[in-house]
Every structure is written in C-alpha cells, then in structure tokens.
C-alpha cells in the first residue's frame, strides 16, 4: 500500500482538554496583556495598528536546509536564554544579520 504522504496525529483526551483548557485562558487575556506579551519576545513580530498592512506585499521565504552544527556551549546557553521558544531562529537570525552587514 502506497503511503498518502499525510501525518496522523493521534491525541489522548488530556491533551485535548489541556488544549480546550489553554484556548480558554488566552480567550479571556486583554489586548493589552497580549501586546505585553508580544514587546516581551524578541522573535515577534512588531504589533501593526490600523491600516499599517495596506499595501503590504507577501513575500515568501526562502526554505531553510537542516544542518548538524558544532557550537560551544556558551554560544547555545546565549540563545537560549535570549529566545527560549526558538533558539535555532535565534541564531539563524543573527548569522542572516552577520552576513547581510558583510555586503
């Protein structure tokens, strides 16, 4: 039998109702609550007000390749402790920084 290609998830009824749970909390959170959230992480995006998306163009991009990397561990503790969620964005981002400053 040919594989459809597709990933099934299978969910044990905690999770889902962990889920239903934390749904229920960020549901009842403040806009301002949510933007504190959002200046608090240094991943996310700048909140845009008003009509600040007219005009915008979408602009894919481009597709990150998996890498096996060395790194000392004072450089990954670095990362860690500045983006927690997302370490490996993190410093993809600076080297992206890195090698734009170069040009």
Do not use: N
């Not at 504190?36 to 481009?62: C, S, T």
């Not at 597709?63 to 983006?83: N, P």
């Not at 410093?91 to 090698?99: D, E, H």
């Amino acid at each position: 039998m040919a594989a459809s290609g597709k990933r099934i998830t299978r969910l044990s009824r905690a999770t889902l109702r962990a889920d239903a749970d934390k749904l229920r909390t960020l549901a009842g959170r403040t806009d301002a609550e949510v933007e504190a959230e959002v200046a608090a992480d240094p991943l996310a995006a700048p909140v845009i007000a008003g009509d600040g998306w007219r005009g915008a163009e979408l602009i894919m991009p481009e597709q990150t390749v998996v890498v096996s990397l060395r790194i000392d561990r004072a450089v990954l503790e670095h990362f860690k402790a500045a983006a927690p969620t997302a370490p490996e964005a993190a410093m993809a981002a600076a080297l992206k920084a890195w090698l734009d400053a170069q040009e």
